[in-house]
């Protein structure tokens, strides 16, 4: 969902932005504001080691989320990736198919295709970076 796109932090979503300001712990949810999420050592309450970074402040990725669980186009996305694992591993018979997931399913398959391209791309320009300053 090109969520890495989304998020300042990268593909290491909030654990590398630099606007993320609390951690949780996973043991008992206590949530907390260390000196340096990197490092955020043990929960204050528990003594857990289980810690995840939480996202910033108006992280974009809460708002794609909240879309993708609270309105029609987000429940039609969720449908159509339930859809095309489906397809994929078990026979679904295409009258049980409605016509806004089927075009639903094209649409991912060529933005999937999509972001291949244009990864490799990227990766070719990165090679020829390096093979350049060598």
């Known amino acids: 969902m090109?969520?890495?796109?989304?998020?300042?932090?990268?593909?290491?979503?909030a654990k590398s932005c630099e606007d993320s300001t609390s951690?949780?712990?996973?043991?008992c949810a206590t949530q907390w504001e260390p000196a340096d999420t990197s490092v955020p050592g043990r929960c204050p309450k528990c003594g857990g080691?289980?810690?995840?970074?939480?996202?910033c402040e108006g992280c974009p990725?809460?708002?794609?989320?909240?879309?993708?669980?609270?309105?029609?186009a987000?429940?039609?996305?969720?449908?159509?990736?339930?859809?095309?694992f489906d397809c994929d591993k078990f026979q679904v018979?295409?009258?049980?198919?409605?016509?806004?997931?089927?075009?639903?399913l094209q649409i991912l398959v060529e933005e999937r295709a999509k972001k291949q391209k244009e990864d490799h791309e990227e990766r070719e320009r990165e090679a020829e970076?390096?093979?350049k300053t060598r």
């Open 2 to 13: 090109r969520s890495d796109e989304l998020c300042k932090g990268g593909e290491s979503g």
């Open 23 to 27: 951690v949780t712990c996973q043991t």
């Open 49 to 55: 080691l289980f810690i995840v970074v939480d996202r």
């Open 61 to 72: 990725l809460d708002e794609m989320d909240w879309v993708r669980s609270h309105c029609w």
């Open 74 to 84: 987000g429940y039609l996305l969720e449908r159509v990736i339930s859809l095309e």
């Open 93 to 104: 018979p295409w009258d049980q198919v409605t016509a806004e997931e089927r075009w639903g």
């Open 129 to 131: 970076i390096a093979r």
